[in-house]
């Protein structure tokens, strides 16, 4: 980021526009925010009125609204429990009803897309793939909404909910940098990629010839389960990379052989604790790198002391507060340590009373970092919000409705709800012993189930 400032005397009017636009350039470089913008005394004027903490809130809510419309849309997620065995019948809004609310939000979409467009004017807009991302969005999803109306409501296939994350992702300049960062890192990390391949397919090989099928069933068993073809290697092998199947994998082989172990134990040596490591150690130095490389210094005019001090004072407006709050941390820590004092450690620890209130005090002094922690992991936790979101509407359009328990079961599941007891059998290990009904894709709220069990 670069200031310019005059070398020669400002006038007053002059200098209090330089002066509002260093705290305007500040508050972007604070917020990790493009510097292109306008600088008139109108525009910035404009600028500070769009980022503020009231406006941003606004937007942020919007945000919020129009992601949680899925868990209330058709299919909603307004019933007691996710298994199809148990649950009930969807209760479903009426048409019109999250339509009406997703049309609010999509105003409010096209106004703060209105804004920022003059805000940068029209040939930063034509550079800027994101603007012009959330220009094509919001026309598809309006259309969409139109084809649901139209449809009342019974169309299975709504695009505008896939394009929805977009909106969280594009009103963060943060979530936008890091994006930027894996894009970046993904040239960097193929060859570790196609590494960990090589290294998986070499192992498959290695595996189906150690474990292939013999004339004695009982020397089988580790075929059987987990090398009967290559799909199924792999899929061990790959699992077994996450130590998610070990040491299960390796138990039927092991049983009959123990040096059997010695490829198992090459193959997550080789795989889990060096290749794995050495795509994180890729990955956190690229991001490092990236942050590195963005810093930028130009040594442009010169700042005078009264200048310097208006500019923070702008952008301090919170001091009156912070110092308020200190005298009261820095009361009730002299009245912890007098009470120590006077009743001794043990004697101050007899009173739940003074450990809740002397919890209440250490927690204040940290409370400012614990909060700047959660500001930091913002942007991850937007990407992986973006993540679950994108999956489960995949998993509904794809698996909705596929997982249907047996008529049977369901007639005893309804029986024997009350006593816990069925009659009902199932062979060990599979989808039906292991009671994994809840776990589907009838509904957004348990779509993003399955893949949190998988991380």
Known sequence: MVLLFSRSPPSTGDEDHDIQQAVVFIEDAIQYRSINHRVDVRSLRLYRCYYSTLCQWCLGLTIAVVLLLAFVERPSSLSLSSDPRRRSTHLNPPCGATESVELVCLVVFALDLAVKSY????????????????????????????????????????????????????????????????????????????????????????????????????????????????????????????????????????????????????????????????????????????????????????????????????????????????????????????????????????????????????????????????????????ILVVVYYVYAVFGIWLFEGVIKPPPEMLLLSNQTQENGTSNFSSECGTYEQLGYWPNNFDDFAVSPQPEFMLD
């Open 119 to 382: 805000l940068i004017g029209w040939d930063e807009f034509r550079k800027n793939k994101w603007l012009i991302g959330y220009l094509v969005v919001i026309s598809v999803s309006v259309i969409d909404w139109m084809l649901s109306v139209s449809m009342m409501c019974d169309e299975r296939l709504r695009v505008r909910r896939l394009l929805r994350p977009f909106f969280l992702l594009q009103n963060s300049s943060l979530m936008k940098k890091t994006l930027k960062c894996i894009k970046r890192t993904l040239p960097e990390i193929a060859s570790v990629i196609l590494l960990l391949a090589l290294h998986l397919c070499l192992f498959t090989m290695i595996g189906m010839l150690l474990f292939a099928k013999t004339e004695d069933p009982e020397k089988n068993e580790e075929w059987n389960l987990h090398f009967r073809n290559l799909p199924m290697a792999l899929t061990s092998l790959l699992v077994l990379l996450t130590t998610a199947n070990n040491p299960d994998v390796m138990l039927p082989a092991y049983s009959l052989n123990r040096s059997y172990a010695i490829f198992f134990m090459v193959f997550s040596v080789i795989g889990t604790y060096c290749l794995m490591n050495l795509l994180t150690a890729i990955i956190y130095n690229q991001f490092r790198g990236y942050l590195l490389e963005v810093q930028q210094f130009a040594d442009v005019g010169y700042l005078d002391r009264e200048q310097f001090t208006k500019i923070f004072d702008h952008l301090d407006t919170d001091r009156v507060k912070e110092i308020i709050n200190l005298c009261f941390i820095l009361f009730y820590l002299f009245e912890m340590c007098v009470k120590i004092f006077a009743l001794g450690l043990r004697g101050y620890l007899s009173y739940r009373s003074n450990i809740f209130d002397g919890f209440l005090t250490l927690m204040a002094l940290v409370a400012s970092t614990l909060l700047d922690l959660v500001k930091n992991l913002r942007a991850f936790a937007g």
